[in-house]
């Protein structure tokens, strides 16, 4: 069996819900408190065994690039002041401990079409695909469950998380065919945001896959679906038809960071766990509470 080592995150998205902050700047360098959400995601992978990592920009985005790069003029100024907790913080992101790679899409065609630009750097071996829209916690990281699943099953496998019911038709869903042990689908079909009547289930497909590279002959082929673009899940329906295609429940905390508010919430969230501002957010928040209830009065 092919041990699972590459990763793809896509970052090419125009992150609409975000303009005019991500114009110029990737949705996926949005800072969560002091850390880009991209970070978060490279340090999933790597505590998942991943070992090459390509991330695919969109246009005008070098940031990411840059992120990941030496700065040798910061690292020398922070050096020479002593200030060796900064100076590790900013050498831990070049010391990332997996090979990056790097590409570009043309055009904003999809997820489908970011995937498909991965094919020669993925070849012949089983993948993960990382959403930088999910930031995900638990014992075991969810890149992690899946690869372990992978182990047993050598299927692709998709991480589903239970979604309310009328926040259904903003995601990708399964129509599950039965449980074969607890937490693990086999799938019927997969559905990209389905109206909210016509919705099989509410096991929304949740920012992790991982897959087979047979999604690669499938995806050049892809017609567009929902919005006019090459849509991953209606790919990996066609390759659910070939191969199984399992979903794995995933039970963890989920941090939707893709849209506003639940960027807001992640922020809020991270921030009373962050050594730094704990204390004073804690107090901050209390204080607002307050006054919030004194005004709804
Ligand atoms: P989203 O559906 O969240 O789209 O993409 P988006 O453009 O990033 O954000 P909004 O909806 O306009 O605010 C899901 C993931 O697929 C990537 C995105 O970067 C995101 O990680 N993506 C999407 C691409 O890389 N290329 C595309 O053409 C579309």
Do not use: C, W
Not at 36 to 54: C, H, K, M, N, Y
Not at 75 to 100: C, P
Request: without cysteine; aromatic residues 6%.
């Amino acid at each position: 069996m092919q041990k699972v080592r590459k990763a793809i995150i896509p970052a090419a998205g125009l992150g609409t819900r975000f303009l005019p902050a991500t114009k110029a700047l990737a949705k996926e360098m949005l800072p969560i408190v002091d850390k880009p959400t991209i970070q978060f995601i490279v340090e999933e992978a790597r505590a998942s065994g991943i070992e090459d990592i390509l991330i695919i920009e969109g246009k005008s985005k070098r940031s990411i690039e840059d992120h990941f790069d030496s700065a040798p003029e910061l690292e020398q100024n922070l050096a020479s002041k002593k200030k060796t907790a900064m100076l590790k913080l900013v050498q831990d992101t070049t010391d990332i401990g997996v090979n990056l790679f790097y590409v570009r899409q043309p055009h904003p065609n999809g997820l489908g079409d970011a995937i498909s630009l991965a094919k020669s750097f993925v070849g012949n071996e089983p993948f993960v695909v990382m959403l930088g829209d999910d930031l995900m916690t638990d014992k075991v990281p969810l890149t992690k469950q899946l690869i372990n699943e992978y182990e047993k099953t050598h299927a692709s496998i998709l991480a589903v998380k239970r979604v309310p019911h009328d926040e259904v038709s903003a995601y990708g869903v399964i129509d599950p065919e039965s449980e074969t042990e607890p937490g693990l689908f086999n799938v019927k079909k997969f559905v990209e945001k389905p109206a909210i009547e016509e919705a099989p289930s509410d096991l929304a497909i949740i920012g992790r896959y991982l897959l087979t590279p047979e999604i690669f002959e499938i995806l050049d082929h892809q017609a567009p679906g929902k919005g006019n673009e090459i849509q991953l899940t209606d790919a990996i329906d066609t390759l659910n038809q070939t191969q199984r295609v399992f979903a794995h429940e995933f039970k963890g905390k989920r941090y939707d960071v893709g849209n506003k508010f639940g960027f807001v919430q992640t922020t809020i969230e991270y921030g009373l766990k962050h050594p730094e501002v704990k204390d004073e957010l804690r107090q901050y928040i209390l204080e607002v509470a307050q006054r919030l209830t004194k005004e709804g009065k």
